[in-house]
């Protein structure tokens, strides 16, 4: 019991933080960023030096993970702000789809680079093994980085809440995610702002190819995919811009996934996934503005 | 030729319903000129192709207007109701798998799908027959998720269709007896020739003119336009926007068939995301308020993709052979995709529609 | 508008009549439709390489029939609409045999071009029963062997000679391949029940999920670890899937598909133990037949890097049975080596004996070689040849 309860959570960290991610940007700019998940796999294939071959070439993976975690947050934020500038900066004051088909051609872009540098076939890696270890904890025995990824989830919910919540430029990004022209008004610089959420958005990105990373021991450029979908389906169920509905839908929906694994029966098991989208159709016909309603994203007349 | 006058606009939204019967033909007549231009512009990519007897442009071609008819398919429903949809990629996998059960070999499908029901093992279809069926079908479980779906809008809409996508992949990946889950379910019919897949284009654009003038399609204009206003006036918005999803997930599905019948294998993972982002990339390059859009974009973006790939492959200039290193068209496709977006946010065409240039005697 | 067509009907015509004209008759052509970009090319690629290794060798010998082979090739860019054309273009090109992608998904669309056009079409290293008659047609072979004869032999090779008695089944429903292997698996497993085996458990997980704790769990909850876990997987979820089951402190034999061949991928699970691989040839500078060594050298000196996994070696078979066969038949009309092919019963190569049969077109029972992963070291230990092949019913389910 203990143990579905840690494999729920676990799960649900890594859609919590990519849901995060998402909704950040979506706070800001109302763009429903569909390269998320191959600014994860970048950030990932940052670790290796860009080799065709099948045998993985280690770069920055060796380093010791005191540097090692700063340099792929590093990574993840410097490629989420360059995206900003080069690209999302022209875009916005263009409508919602347009600004999405614009996202997923750069995620495109960004995925035919990393398959000419890196090739199709995944890499392996052996990142910080000592993680792999399991470990005893009230009867339950799990991989101690299955711990670290909860623990370390949650460190980052703390840290972030207190950062929105405590300085001056989480106060300004609050602001903008809630209305963004009248905080414009209200002096709030957007460029800052925005490039601000990239930089977050992006190094939540980061944090989620690390744990992935450490916890697959292979890197495919195909990784972000799934979770960046789970992540953008928990932005919306939980109300798209607000942060703290993203991060509970995402555990709910790591929840569903694990409870209906160990109830569904073995036949109907490989239709699981069809069992957690209906119920998120189900959630978003009764709750159309997602479980926690942002203030600013109602529909008005 | 030229680009004039839009349907959106020479009907003013709260007009449109308040018009009256006779107004209805004269806004046909005005605006028929546009599907017959798109059939023509089609027509003569189909006799060029025909003309120069290469196999694989001929199959290049194929796949073009199987696209036509998917962005088509796509417009009727994210171009008149302003939703934009991930989920209509389902339909297409819906009416492939439909074809593939009515035209296969009855021995062969006894073999490979022994779940299906007895009179649909022994039933084998002309492809033609199938397809409309095929269409049917779609529409048929269109009509079913839209009851449910169409009271959602905005982006809670577009992730409900998302999940509805979800479903049926998920479904057909796994039912082995009826689908052969995510193995290819072989020995559909393979049609090489380019007419049917030119009558089925044509078709689907003339669908989607008649249901744009329609009361249904000028209503939902109305309400994607100014929501509030339509729903004061009377429009029942849920009611038209299911209309709207049941005819394009016919189109959809009819696009479906044809697909199935231009490779002649299917699997459920052909019709997930790829073919959901490319299909509506082309939808949103070309202008997705209008039905010329979603065709120029398919016509457009194709001949860029083959450039490239032709780039790819290998020119010769005078000589020595220019080839750009594998994957770049990709990559360009992107850039250049980010690069009209950022240019003509609201697509190539805008709103507009490919029109002749309006003579005197109109105003 | 008739007078158009009438145009346009005389120009196809000429046109249609110009083309066979292209294929001179001085060479043989072989035709690659694979893909040359995207994510299959990392496994056609390989097999590739080996197929022309096999033509050189031919062509230096003094070619096939008297005629030089001459290759031809086009980019299926890893998309099944464009594998028909590329198809339809190697044919345009005179292909007398057209090579299509490894897996049956991606191949199949150029095989059936070729298949309509009465070419023969091998399939590099597809394992499914449809790459051949079954999903293709009577002129379409596959090189590898089918899937599930590697879930059988893991199977009965950890029986008989493992003594493993009980066995968990986790099976990865994203391709027909992992399934093929299960198939296999659960084919065998009643004879195996009938002396003394125990299928203790079974589950199923997705390869792209981000965690299988929960099937972990399941296992975990086993009154006893289970001898054997016969893992229908492949890449990239294989890597995360054994890394989690021997992080949770599961140290059960671990039974794969040759899908995870390679030592590519080792460092990802440091000092992996009791893990078995079947493979046709070993790429750890072990295999008991010193010309696979030669050919690995030959592969190495070739392309610059040693083969990364098996799937090198069907493209090189590939290669020399369609040649014996032509050979025999004295031409390179289809049905003629068709039938030469279909004579073939357990025909020598480098990568154990193959046989073909107007009804199957595939290999349902053939030597694999085992390889053990001890300490993170991948090495042969042994050979196994299924008891009896693998029937019809069971590669159809």
Redesign the interface.
Known sequence: MLQILFDALSLGSLYALGALGIALIFGVMRLVNFAHGDVIAFCVFALLWPSTDAMAIVFAGQLPWYLLVPFVLLCGAGLSVLCEIVVFRRFRKANPATMMIASFALGFVIRYFLLMLFSSRPKSISLLPELSQPVEILGARLPLLQLITIVATMVILIGLTLFLRQTRFGLEMRAAAENFSMARMLGVRANRVIMGAFALSGALAAAIALIFGIQTGTLDIQMGASIMLMAFIATVIGGLGSLGGAVLAGFLLGAASVIMQVMLPIDARPFRDAFVYGAVILVLLFRPQGLIAARGTKERV | MGVAASLANSTAPGAAVAERKPARFALARRTILTPILLSLLLLAIA?IT???????F???VI?VFVRVILVVGLYIFIGNSGV?SFGHIGFTCLGAYAAAWLTINPMMKR??LPGLPEWLLETRLPYWQSAVLAALFAALAALIFGR??M??????AS??T???L??IN??Y??WESVTG????V?GIP?V?VIWPYLIGAVAAIFIAWAHAISRSGLALRAARDE??AAAASGIDIPRERLVAFVVSGAVMGLGGALMAH????V?PD?FY?GLT?IT??ML??GG?GSLSGGVVGVVLLSALIQAL?WL??GVSLGGSTFAL???????A???I??VI??LR???LMGNRELTLPRSSRNK | MTYKMRIVATALASISIAYPALADDKTIVIGFATAESGFMEAYDKPAQEAALIRIDEINAAGGLLGKQIKVVKADTKSDRAEGAKAGLSVLDQGADLVVVSCDYDFGSPAALAAEDAGHISFFLCAESVKAGIQGVGPHSFSASVLAAVQGATMAEWAFKDKGAKDFYRLLDTWTAYNKGICDGFDWMMPKLEAQGAKLVGEDTFKNEDASIAAQITRIKSLPKEPDAIMLCTMMPGAVSAIKQIRAAGINSMILNGSGVDGSYWLSAVPDLTNFYVPVQGSIYGDDPNPDVLKFNATYKAKTGADPSSQYVFPGYVMVDVWAKAVERAGTTDADAVVAELEKMKNEPTLFGPRTFTPELHHQNQTRYLIVETKAGKPGVVGNWTISEPVPMAALLK
């Open positions: 006799l025909v003309m120069t007897g290469s196999r694989p001929n199959q290049t796949d934009l073999g490979s449910v779906l009271r959602l809008s905005g982006i809670a992730i409900a998302f999940a509805m979800a479903m998920t479904i990946s796994n889950a995510t193995s290819s072989v393979i090489r929501p509030t231009s490779i002649g294998v699997t052909t995301l982002f509506l990339s949103v390059v997705m790939r790819e492959a290193p594998k994957g770049v068209q990709e990559i496709l992107g850039v995709m980010i977006l950022a946010p609201s697509g």
